[in-house]
């Protein structure tokens, strides 16, 4: 019986994103096994693995010999999309690296801006700042997927060509596509607390402006929590113990006085 790769959720979900027939670039292919789990499933017609590191890439090669699909993959040390061309693929997955990494490898590869090519990205830092690169840059979002990995939420996207979406600060933070997504409650959950917690941290700064900054950070937070009505309803129910934003809280049970004293605030022990 031929020996089956198992994937970890994060590239799992990315897989699933891959079109069906695709010839697939995967940039920083690590040990190679998005596109070897692709051609040993018949997802895609073939693939290219490319690491700007050759270690990467010799692991990626014995992953390929170990799952039988070496003759339908082919191997390239370069950085991003140096070394592949437009006519050699119509998908191109570029997973676990920073925002603002993942945008420079678009940017040196103009011909990404084809309709033809799908990507699928997977930022793992500076994702507002990639989301408002691509809405900027000729790129248009098919869709927004959270999932869960070790702990830890990731979100991809998977983007082609287009006219770009006009994006707020808010759609840069928490997503342009993403509030039908079951985890959208926690990735909201998530912003507010990073936001929250910069708030309070101007609160005691010697800042000339802190409150000019404090201010805006209060209306994103407000536009953000605005999103979370309904969504934290849902997400509260199946994760007891968190504890949205105070005006949030308010919204839903009536009245600021009567939430403060029957829910303990999160800031006070989280910020």
Request: with cysteine; charged share 25%; glycine share 8%.
């Amino acid at each position: 019986m031929e020996k089956e790769l198992q994937l970890q959720p994060r590239l799992q979900c990315i897989a699933s994103l891959v079109p069906q027939g695709a010839r697939l670039a995967d940039v920083g292919t690590d040990h190679g096994y998005l596109p070897v789990w692709l051609l040993q499933h018949g997802r895609i017609e073939s693939a290219i693995a490319s690491d700007i590191n050759a270690l990467p890439l010799d692991h990626a090669r014995a992953t390929a010999r170990e799952y039988g699909v070496t003759e339908r993959m082919d191997f390239r040390l370069c950085p991003g999309l140096a070394k592949i061309k437009a006519e050699e693929c119509d998908a191109i997955a570029i997973a676990g690296m920073g925002g603002e990494t993942i945008l420079g490898i678009l940017e040196a590869a103009p011909w990404t801006h084809e309709d033809v090519h799908t990507l699928i990205l997977q930022p793992q830092t500076k994702i507002d700042l990639l989301r408002c690169w691509l809405c900027g840059h000729g790129y248009h979002f098919l869709s927004e997927t959270l999932v869960r990995d070790k702990e830890q939420l990731y979100v991809v996207f998977r983007v082609r060509a287009g006219m770009g979406q006009e994006l707020s600060e808010a759609d840069a933070l928490t997503g342009l596509l993403l509030r039908s997504d079951p985890l959208y409650g926690e990735y909201l959950s998530q912003h507010l607390i990073k936001l929250n917690r910069a708030r309070d941290g101007l609160a005691v700064s010697s800042l000339a402006d802190k409150e000019a900054r404090i201010a805006h950070l209060e209306n994103l937070i407000e536009e953000i929590e605005k999103r979370g009505v309904g969504t934290w309803q849902r997400y509260m129910r199946s994760n007891r113990g968190f504890f949205p934003g105070r005006r949030a809280r308010a919204r839903w049970t009536g009245t600021m006085s009567a939430t403060s004293s029957a829910i303990p605030s999160r800031r006070s022990s989280a910020f």
